[in-house]
């Protein structure tokens, strides 16, 4: 099986935009809803983006998602500082039958 | 409003056994899904497992087949994840994340108990 990988780490300057990728396999994002998780340090993840690109209430839209074959990524438009913080995609896999996260990605705004 | 407000911090010596709890308040316990998903220090996030607390159906990582042990009270709107056969890798946060499918659509999260496996 192919866990989802994502870039250990990315930044951006306040106001720019950036994107965190996800790449996985048919058995997972292929076949699957992704799921986006941003997490501040010392604290719990939060639910960023589900199937794809659905936002939760009270998440800004300058967070987005999208998802192309067997790849997603994260968007995040108009960057401020309170958004540096560990981002995991996660989906399920078929070929493990539960869901997987990707490693994480530290993002830094710099 | 929801709250999953878990157990306490914890520590064990290796071999041993770790019980923590999940209470859940605000809404109706058994629609939906239970994860629970660990990190340890300065790691990612691993899913552990889930739990129907409808049925109490389970279906585990395979990892961590055949040393956790996912249950449920419906009484008290608790679920409860027991790890055995403790190792020092297992020193971690322990979070439980309700979703209202198997996926992870964990839309709100304990905050987390703090397991330390040490001699």
């Known amino acids: 099986q192919s866990v989802p990988t994502q870039p250990p780490s990315a930044s951006g300057t306040p106001g720019q935009r950036v994107t965190i990728s996800c790449s996985g396999s048919?058995?997972?994002?292929?076949?699957?809803?992704v799921y986006w998780y941003q997490q501040l340090p010392g604290t719990a993840p939060k639910l960023l983006i589900y199937?794809?690109?659905q936002r939760p209430s009270g998440v800004p839209d300058r967070f987005s998602g999208s998802k192309s074959g067997t790849s997603a990524s994260l968007a995040i438009s108009g960057l401020r500082s309170e958004d540096e913080a560990d981002y995991y995609c996660?989906?399920?896999?078929?070929?493990?039958?539960?869901?997987?996260f990707g490693g994480g990605t530290q993002l830094t705004v710099l | 409003q929801v709250q999953l407000m878990q157990s306490g911090a914890e520590v064990k010596k290796p071999g041993a056994s770790v019980k923590v709890s999940c209470k859940a308040s605000?809404?109706?316990?058994?629609?939906?899904?239970m994860h629970w998903v660990r990190q340890a220090p300065g790691q990612g996030l691993e899913w552990m497992g889930i739990?129907?607390?409808?049925?109490?159906?389970?279906s585990y990582a395979q990892k961590f087949q055949g040393r956790v042990t996912m249950t449920r009270d419906t009484s008290t709107s608790t679920v409860y994840m027991e790890l055995s056969s403790l190792r020092s890798e297992d020193t971690a946060v322990y979070y439980c994340?309700?979703?209202?499918?198997?996926?992870?659509?964990?839309?709100?999260w304990g905050q987390g108990t703090l397991v330390t496996v040490s001699p």
């Open positions: 996660a989906t399920w896999d078929d070929s493990l039958s539960g869901p997987v």
């Open positions: 199937r794809n690109n």
């Open positions: 605000g809404y109706t316990f058994t629609s939906y899904f």
């Open positions: 739990i129907n607390p409808s049925g109490g159906s389970t």
């Open positions: 048919s058995s997972n994002i292929g076949s699957n809803y």
């Open positions: 994340a309700r979703s209202v499918e198997m996926t992870l659509h964990g839309d709100y």
